[in-house]
């Protein structure tokens, strides 16, 4: 059975805080491993999407911190939580704020997207615990306005996903930059490439693995409905018009925008959510999809991770996503916390090999069923059909803003799409922007 936070070595302070919001019993993972990261050992857990992970990193990190009460440092922080993407970042800073805040400690998120000014100026400030994604964190650090020297405390949250090549080399060079102290890996899945930061970057670590496919296959359903190419779209509209919330995945950024957009058109509001949104247009629509403003969120595997909305009732895989690891992150969005969801998986004929190779991967039984549009399996799963929304004022409350150019300066048009929100303004002379890239080369004059 589990026991209370405070019977697990939880500062009383970090108890009250969570029994705040409502949080009495520890998870789990959060009972599994909190006795050995509160005792400063390095840890590497393991839990399914919605486990409370964040929590179990959290406590022993500010814990550990004031405890230490080693004095703060500008541009210099002292806890490092490394995750992989800005969405992530944002729902890691919602649960340490006020643990942090109730021991005295500050907390900071750096990202990209969004301007440099208020995370220099937090750096400058000095910092407890700062929450990054590598990219940016690695361009503060080549400005020399941060150094990772006095990190005390290091974790790196969604550790499957950051071993990946595509983030593995500045995950190391950072982890190298910081000093052997307490230092924590979690995640959902572990492999190969997790085995080989945890051997490099870890002492003595110990393992807690708190994975039960049992509670998860009486909570979540999992379909594949096979269907012909031109039924496809009027499948997945169907799918997408039931009551509940829907999180449907596309493969591509161009998917997800045009689906959104299709749906909307249809009467059927729904928002995108993918790389290629500036960072305001991203909390927008995630915002529009938490409050209920809309019910059907389209997204690329970016929102795998990092976005816990309450009550999804729906995840579609609109595209089979390439691998198990990113179905079980995908579905992982739906059925949390003790709650049911639905999982479907939209797969043309000459998708089947690849769609059972997927569920064998994910050790999922899924029902399998071929259907057209109309068909009562489609209803069976979604429930009844929620009443559409004129056409026309859907397309005018979720279009997108319309993109604003920058002021003219020296007779040339402003605004290039460079640099995400709003544009950079052009540059002359090949100088280098802050995001790496070149600006405009110079004119030559006869």
Do not use: W
């Not at 059927?268 to 629509?285: C, Q, T």
């Not at 259907?371 to 004129?390: F, H, K, N, T, W």
């Amino acid at each position: 059975p589990l026991t209370s936070f405070l019977e697990l070595g939880v500062p009383a302070d970090l108890s009250d805080v969570l029994a705040s919001a409502g949080i009495t019993q520890p998870t789990p993972i959060q009972a599994a491993t909190l006795p050995d990261s509160l005792a400063g050992r390095d840890v590497l857990g393991r839990g399914r999407t919605g486990s409370g992970k964040t929590i179990a990193f959290a406590i022993p990190t500010v814990a550990a911190l004031s405890r230490s009460k080693t004095e703060l440092v500008p541009l210099r922080p002292r806890a490092l939580i490394l995750v992989p993407t800005r969405e992530l970042a944002a729902q890691v800073a919602e649960t340490f704020v006020p643990l942090a805040k109730a021991l005295g400690l500050t907390t900071a998120v750096v990202v990209g997207g969004v301007p440099y000014n208020k995370q220099i100026s937090a750096l400058k400030q000095g910092l407890d615990v700062l929450i990054a994604t590598p990219g940016r964190l690695e361009d503060l650090i080549k400005q020399r306005l941060c150094r990772l020297d006095k990190v005390e405390v290091s974790v790196l949250d969604e550790a499957d996903m950051m071993a990946d090549l595509g983030f593995l080399p500045p995950v190391q060079r950072l982890l190298d930059a910081t000093p052997a102290g307490q230092r924590m890996l979690f995640s959902a899945t572990i492999d190969r490439a997790v085995d080989g930061l945890v051997r490099r970057y870890l002492t003595s670590p110990v393992t807690h693995e708190v994975v039960s496919t049992e509670s998860q296959a009486a909570t979540m359903e999992h379909h594949v409905l096979t269907v012909v190419r031109d039924q496809k779209h009027a499948v997945v509209q169907e799918l997408a018009s039931g009551q509940g919330r829907s999180l449907l995945f596309t493969r591509t950024k161009h998917g997800a925008m045009k689906l959104a957009a299709n749906l909307t058109a249809a009467g059927i509001p729904a928002v995108d959510l993918h790389g290629d949104l500036s960072h305001r247009m991203r909390e927008r629509n995630l915002a529009a999809y938490s409050s209920g403003k809309v019910r059907v969120l389209v997204a690329t595997d970016i929102a795998s991770r990092g976005i816990h909305v309450d009550d999804i009732a729906l995840v579609v895989h609109v595209d089979p996503p390439a691998e198990h690891k990113a179905y079980l992150h995908r579905s992982g969005r739906t059925a949390r916390a003790g709650a049911s969801g639905t999982v479907v998986t939209v797969a043309m004929p000459d998708q089947r090999r690849e769609v059972a190779s997927l569920m064998r991967g994910a050790a999922i039984r899924p029902t399998e069923t071929a259907v057209i549009a109309g068909a009562r399996e489609i209803r069976d799963v979604v429930g009844p059909a929620a009443e559409y929304v004129d056409p026309e004022m859907s397309a005018a409350l979720f279009a997108p803003e319309p993109t604003r150019s920058a002021p003219r300066r020296s007779g040339r048009p402003g605004g290039s799409s460079y640099g995400g929100a709003g544009g950079a303004q052009r540059r002359t002379g090949g100088a280098p922007r802050a995001d790496g890239g070149l600006g405009a080369r110079p004119r030559r004059t006869k």
